[in-house]
């Protein structure tokens, strides 16, 4: 097995949940946003792979997104969670909460 192509798979496969959580606590623009994400220790990603996921995240109505003017250039392009997308969050993060004490008891050999 290849441990780097599974950390990709496994980031890829995160980072729904990880840019709703992080539009719960605050409005964000995308450069800010993939700013905040190279920050956090093992989410290294594209900044494509960010505008890519917003797009089809505002598709299925759980983010929305309004321009708003800039000093610093051409208007800015916010993200914000909808309700609907605040709801399927808290369903993702409850079954994540699942996945996680169940991988924790497996570690631990608790699983029975």
């Keep these: 097995m ?5 950390q ?3 980031r890829k496969g995160l980072l729904d949940i990880v840019i709703l959580n992080l539009l719960r606590h605050s409005r964000y623009h995308g450069y800010d946003m993939v700013q905040t994400l190279r920050e956090i ?3 290294k990603m ?3 792979n960010i505008y890519a996921i917003l797009a089809r995240l505002q598709t299925d109505g759980l983010v929305a997104s309004h321009s708003e003017a800039s000093q610093d250039g051409p208007p800015r392009k916010y993200f914000k969670l909808t309700k609907l997308g605040q709801k399927k969050l808290a369903d993702m ?3 994540w909460d ?7 008891n497996i570690r631990k050999g608790t699983y029975k």
């Design 46 to 48: 594209r900044e494509g």
């Design 41 to 43: 220790k093992g989410l």
């Design 98 to 104: 699942q996945i996680m004490d169940s991988i924790q």
């Design 2 to 6: 290849n441990l780097n192509n599974w």
């Design 93 to 95: 993060n409850a079954h």
């Design 8 to 10: 990709t798979q496994l």
